[in-house]
């Protein structure tokens, strides 16, 4: 949640906090609520609309199944491949020249300024053009609900640009035992792996492998989970987001800054700075305990629903969700826990989820604080 800054007399779009309500589960939509594609022109514009929770914990615990003993111990705490720390896919190490805040700047083609800046993957052209296409439709049109974007996972610049992601990130093997260097060293042996993961979700044959939970240990004292899915679920997990992320970021409040592309804490900080000089005097300091591991998925999924109508895409989120965590004893007993809410602090994926989850949270609290603004001006 990022400090409110808002200039006396602005106030966000109340069009892109939760469209209204949305059908129960199973109910088809009427005539009028239609979903369509990526293509930017003529595509009609859904009217689904969609309400979701921000708060509830709903989570209830179920005794561990015990699987036996191993000899081997865990990874080292924090070799897990996903972005180090904020878990930010978005400050890889780009090889080529910058390509300006979002996009190309080639053929005197428009700055994109609200998708925050570029993603640090180093993206293809045709990649980049297809998320500042998704950008560009999710921004012009609030309600649009993305029906076909399961057919750009499957391409092989996507998968091909999510393995490079992996492979400059690093990270531990999850519970398959196999590591990036196993298919990457060879280059045969890396294309050989990529063209069976892409047949293997062509056929929709892909299931997710349970997530390895390791304990590290954190600055202020104590440990916090952190989960490891496999290497092909991370990949998979990357190109998802790949999709996701320009079409979410399109809806996120301009004054967050947390797990998002080309944004930082201290950049925050100058805001608050910014928000005094302006004549706001109170600043609210409020921490989300255990915020990642208590998300309901229900209501997860009734959000990424507001803007994704794929069934497919949905089914691939959900699974991630619903993977088996397995924990391993200090005398390397393994336990395999349902996952029964929340989304793992590891996964690729987890960071969009969880600002998906908070957007109406900062929309509410920085509306509210300039109306009080507001309020004290007139008085």
Known sequence: MSPDMLRTGDKPSRSLIGE???????QQPGPSQRSSGVSVGGTPVSSVKVSWEVSGDGCKTQPAAQTGRTSQAGGVAGEVGVPHSSVDLLYFQRSREPRGDTCSMRRGEAKDAGMAGETRIETPDKVRQLQITLYRKAKSAPKHRFWSLYGELLRKDVLETALAAQEGNGGAAGVDGQSLASITA????????????????????????????????????GERPL???????R????????????IMEAD?????????????AQQAIGAI????????????????????????????MKAVARRVSDGSVLGLVKSWL???????????????????????????????LANLYLNPLDYGVNEHTADIKQGEMKK
């Open 20 to 26: 209204g309500r949305r059908e129960e589960a199973g």
């Open 252 to 264: 996120f409040h301009p004054n967050s800054y947390g797990f998002r592309p080309k944004r930082r």
């Open 322 to 352: 619903r993977a088996p965590i397995v924990e391993e004893d200090k005398d390397g007993t393994k336990r395999v826990r349902p996952n029964l809410c929340g989304t793992p602090q590891g996964g690729v994926i987890s960071p969009l």
């Open 273 to 300: 700075n910014q928000a005094v000089h302006e004549g706001y005097v109170e600043i609210i300091d409020a921490d989300l305990s255990k915020y990642f591991d208590t998300i309901p998925h229900r209501e997860l």
């Open 186 to 221: 060879d280059p045969a042996r890396r294309q050989q792996w990529l063209d069976a993961l892409q047949e293997e979700l062509k056929a929709k044959t892909y299931r997710p492998s349970p997530v390895r939970r390791v304990m590290i240990p954190k600055s202020s004292g």
């Open 235 to 246: 990949v998979v997990q990357t190109a998802v987001y790949l999709l996701l992320m320009p």
């Open 227 to 233: 989960g490891i899915p496999t290497v092909k679920d």
